[in-house]
């Protein structure tokens, strides 16, 4: 017997009708999932003066096949298929890691007299190696964390969130408010915001903002994203909805045991409990993903030995590389190359001491490091890994080798991250469990 199972937080669900007549729409919009065009439908009409604390299939449905389409570059186009129109691409925090892009457009609905504007905002995943450092720049509000990196990092307004996602989040918020002033309209501003992965993430932070605005009416659909916050409060927003895969590991990161959660409710489902025909069906390939790479992660964080956000800010000095030399200068020197060769997301986290080790007539350059050194690490593997470059890691010692290698052998996501899994859970497996 497959175990069915859905886990929805306070949430009362909606299903409703994947094809709607619509007149609102030129052309009809599609996503491409399975090796094939998927065509959808969306009555604004109804969906966007409805209940935007019930989760709605089809604004879900609609969330990913934007999303999926703009990551192929045809973000205008499908914007423009479902009515949309001021497709804008702004680009935002070029000057450090904490950047992306994002898409938004708008248009004028009509329902009884009443007009809305909605405000569409498609924020996609993973942004280069640059996007890999931001995912793992956890950060912490302690002043550990502010010397190390040098800065007070003031574009981190809510310290309870994870600091690559706030400061990126923040951005586009700028961003979304200089759109909306352009807009020439007095109807009310719906706000539209769906993202995938790390877009979720960042989706989920925008969405909580402008649910605080009481001028603002919000549907926020992220899609597949991480852990955001350690809020308390972080579970009471009502207009915000996150699509998750519990196969995906990407769902479960930062650890739930450094108290990490997500804005909003949770829609989550497991693929593997339906087994592997239903993703057979939808894409003509097995569902494969990497088994026991929770239980495996969870090792790699217990043996690099922290247990929450603070603790990956402060030195170990059992983890250490020592290079060995016979003179002062050549010493001096060592260090000097051993500096240069580390990029500035690792440099911060370490520290090098010289010893004078007269009994054996030479010295030792000794490099300390953070916890955080080795999960600066992880983002240089995985970028390696997903584009098939080379990218030399600095020197390390034996421990912090295996540590890397073996959080990147369980960081093989196979397809439990990708659309076509979340697809499989709006359109089949979300009714199926409800039946």
């Not at 914007?79 to 804008?88: L, P, R, S």
């Not at 923040?170 to 877009?199: C, D, H």
């Not at 649910?211 to 809020?231: G, R």
């Not at 790699?300 to 059992?318: A, K, M, P």
Request: include cysteine; charged fraction near 20%; charge should be negative.
């Amino acid at each position: 017997m497959i175990r069915k199972k859905i886990i929805v937080l306070t949430c009362i669900i909606v299903m409703s009708a994947l094809f709607v007549s619509c007149n609102a729409q030129p052309n009809k919009p599609y996503g491409r999932m399975g090796g094939r065009d998927r065509p959808f439908v969306m009555d604004y009409q109804n969906k966007f003066f409805g209940d935007n604390t019930v989760f709605n299939q089809d604004i879900a449905i609609a969330s990913l096949m934007v999303i999926s389409r703009q990551a192929y570059g045809q973000g205008r186009q499908v914007m423009e298929d479902m009515g949309f129109e001021n497709f804008q691409v702004r680009e935002i925090g070029n000057i450090d890691n904490d950047r992306k892009w994002t898409a938004m457009a708008h248009q004028v609905v009509e329902r009884n007299g009443e007009e809305r504007v909605i405000i569409l905002v498609a924020i996609p995943g993973i942004y280069g190696m640059e996007g890999w450092f931001s995912n793992f720049d956890i950060g912490a509000d302690t002043p550990e964390y502010f010397e190390l990196t040098n800065s007070r990092h003031p574009e981190w307004v809510n310290r309870c969130n994870h600091k690559g996602f706030d400061v990126t989040a923040n951005r586009i918020i700028t961003e979304i408010k200089r759109y909306m002033r352009t807009i020439q309209s007095e109807a009310q501003p719906v706000l539209w915001v769906t993202g995938f992965s790390r877009g979720g993430s960042i989706a989920s932070i925008v969405g909580a903002y402008f649910e605080n605005d009481p001028s603002v009416i919000t549907y926020i659909y992220p899609i597949a994203p991480p852990n955001v916050t350690t809020m308390a409060a972080a579970r009471d927003y009502q207009t915000i909805f996150n699509i998750v895969n519990e196969d995906d590991l990407i769902d479960f990161l930062p650890p739930a045991k450094w108290g990490f959660t997500r804005f909003g409710r949770d829609i989550s489902i497991s693929i593997s409990d339906y087994g592997q025909e239903v993703f057979f069906r939808l894409t003509g390939q097995s569902y494969t993903i990497r088994e026991g790479h929770r239980y495996i992660m969870d090792s790699v964080i217990r043996e690099i030995g922290i247990s929450s956000r603070e603790e990956l800010y402060v030195f170990d000095y059992n983890a250490f590389f020592v290079s060995e030399t016979s003179h002062r200068y050549e010493a001096e020197a060592e260090k000097h190359r051993l500096e240069r060769a580390l990029r500035r997301e690792h440099r911060q986290f370490v520290k090098f001491n010289i010893y004078d080790v007269r009994e054996n007539g030479g010295y030792k350059v000794v490099r300390y490091q953070t916890p955080a050194f080795i999960f600066q690490l992880f983002p240089v593997m995985i970028y390696a890994q997903q584009t098939g470059t080379n990218s030399p890691l600095p020197n390390l010692d034996a421990w912090t080798t295996e540590m890397t290698e073996a959080f990147i052998d369980a960081f093989d996501l196979g397809h439990a991250h990708s659309p076509a899994a979340y697809y499989l859970i709006i359109t089949e497996l979300l009714a199926q469990a409800l039946e």
